[in-house]
Every structure is written in C-alpha cells, then in structure tokens.
C-alpha cells in the first residue's frame, strides 16, 4: 500500500476545527514543522493538542499557539516558552501538566488499545488528589482544576490510575521512512514520535528520506508501518532545515 502524498495541504485536508493531535518532538529535536506550519496556514483551529512541551523559539507548535489557534495541551513541560505561560495565566489556554513518563506511557497505552493504567508517578500530590490548575480566570484564581484520580494498592505500594490516549491525528517527523509507512528516528529525535504516531487514529508522517520497501532493513525499523497511514516525503531544504535552540561552544 504506497501512503505517500503529494504534499502537507493533501496530507492534512481532513484535520478539522476542534481536533485533537498528537505530535512528536522535544524541544527542536524531531518536530514536524512541515506539517505544523502547513496546519497553521490552513486555518484550523480549537485544536487539542498532546505534546511534551508546546514549541521553541517561534517555531513548532509555538506557530499555531501563538496564533490562538490551540485550545487545550495535554503535555509535561513549559519551559522558555513565554506565550504558552502567558496564554496559560492568562486563562486563554488550558493546559493538563502531567508527569513525562506517565504522558510517554499514556500515549503508548492509547496505541496498544490498552484503556488504562497503574503508575506510581503522582502518588501523593495533586496529580492523584486533584486540584491541579488546568484553566485559570485571568484573574489569579482557578476556573477549572483536575479531578482525582483512582488510587489502589499493589503489594502495599500504592498507584494511581492513568487512562491511555487516542486522538484523532498524529504528526511525527522521521528521518526515514518507505512508502509502506515504516519508519526510522534519529538518535533524539525518537523521543515521543514513535508514541504519538501510535495515539493517532489516523498518524501523518514526514520523513525527510523517502526509500522503497525493502530497503530498510526490517531490524531497523523503530516504527511500522500499521501505524501509519500518510508519508510526506519532505525536500532536502525542507529536510535540512533544522534549529538550535541553545548553542553552546568553547572559548
């Protein structure tokens, strides 16, 4: 089955207002900035996204937050990123702050068709008992918090329950992939790609080597095919256009 498309607009024409997606990367490391910036340019909007973080440096999905056109994040980190914080505080955005090996293990939970699980992680804290932020009023108080969560016992160690995710999209960026829809990452940038293109009921990959099948080793492959139902083969400017989000060099 060849699922390579002729271009970002073709591969993302179904997304629609109010979708939720989830989508690769950590910081500038394997984002699909192809397909985020083609999303942006399309216009959809009140998009639930699930991420580690939401965007750097004016790029990623930072793109599509910046232009209001996120409603909901479901990730594990802010960090530098000022607009998400403001939108945040602001009340304009919300935001599902979850530990990140329980997020890694929700999405790959959600892909697996396993509806729940049991973690340690947030035993003890608000992320079990509730009360988390997840939309202020723009005026310092809470408008929305989290809910609690199931607790049980194991063994005399408690955990508390997570529920796996599916969304409707998932965008990943691979560094090669055939037109089967098997993929390959590189090195750090097989963070949460692999997890997010699992999520996904319908998962777009951009790749930025398209080979045939068979050309990859089956060894090889971090991510197969069943996953995947649409390859966009990236050009080389487009494949090479990479950012640094803190260079560091010696004197």
């Given at each position: 089955?060849?699922?390579?498309?002729?271009?970002?607009?073709?591969?993302?024409?179904?997304?629609?207002?109010?979708?939720?997606?989830?989508?690769?990367?950590?910081?500038?490391?394997?984002?699909?900035?192809?397909?985020?910036?083609?999303?942006?340019?399309?216009?959809?909007?009140?998009?639930?996204?699930?991420?580690?973080?939401?965007?750097?440096?004016?790029?990623?999905?930072?793109?599509?937050?910046?232009?209001?056109?996120?409603?909901?994040?479901?990730?594990?980190?802010?960090?530098?990123?000022?607009?998400?914080?403001?939108?945040?505080?602001?009340?304009?955005?919300?935001?599902?702050?979850?530990?990140?090996?329980?997020?890694?293990?929700?999405?790959?939970?959600?892909?697996?068709?396993?509806?729940?699980?049991?973690?340690?992680?947030?035993?003890?804290?608000?992320?079990?008992?509730?009360?988390?932020?997840?939309?202020?009023?723009?005026?310092?108080?809470?408008?929305?918090?989290?809910?609690?969560?199931?607790?049980?016992?194991?063994?005399?160690?408690?955990?508390?329950?997570?529920?796996?995710?599916?969304?409707?999209?998932?965008?990943?960026?691979?560094?090669?992939?055939?037109?089967?829809?098997?993929?390959?990452?590189?090195?750090?940038?097989?963070?949460?790609?692999?997890?997010?293109?699992?999520?996904?009921?319908?998962?777009?990959?951009?790749?930025?080597?398209?080979?045939?099948?068979?050309?990859?080793?089956?060894?090889?492959?971090?991510?197969?095919?069943?996953?995947?139902?649409?390859?966009?083969?990236?050009?080389?400017?487009?494949?090479?256009d990479k950012k640094i989000e803190q260079r560091t060099v010696?004197?």
């Amino acid at each position: 089955m060849d699922k390579v498309v002729a271009s970002a607009a073709q591969a993302l024409a179904d997304v629609h207002d109010g979708a939720s997606l989830a989508v690769g990367g950590f910081g500038l490391s394997g984002v699909p900035d192809v397909l985020i910036n083609s999303l942006h340019e399309l216009g959809v909007t009140d998009l639930r996204v699930v991420s580690n973080n939401c965007g750097a440096m004016d790029s990623g999905l930072a793109v599509l937050l910046a232009a209001g056109r996120i409603a909901r994040v479901t990730g594990s980190y802010i960090g530098a990123n000022k607009e998400f914080a403001r939108q945040y505080l602001a009340g304009e955005l919300e935001v599902e702050l979850i530990p990140q090996g329980s997020l890694a293990e929700r999405l790959r939970a959600g892909g697996a068709g396993i509806p729940a699980f049991y973690t340690p992680a947030g035993v003890g804290t608000q992320v079990a008992e509730g009360g988390l932020p997840w939309r202020y009023d723009g005026e310092g108080g809470v408008a929305l918090a989290s809910p609690p969560k199931e607790v049980r016992e194991f063994e005399g160690v408690e955990y508390v329950l997570e529920r796996g995710i599916r969304t409707d999209f998932a965008l990943v960026r691979a560094a090669k992939g055939d037109r089967h829809g098997n993929l390959v990452f590189n090195k750090s940038s097989r963070n949460f790609n692999p997890l997010a293109a699992m999520a996904g009921r319908v998962t777009i990959a951009e790749v930025e080597e398209l080979v045939e099948p068979g050309e990859i080793d089956p060894d090889a492959v971090h991510l197969p095919g069943i996953f995947v139902q649409r390859v966009l083969a990236l050009t080389h400017q487009q494949a090479a256009d990479k950012k640094i989000e803190q260079r560091t060099v010696s004197t």
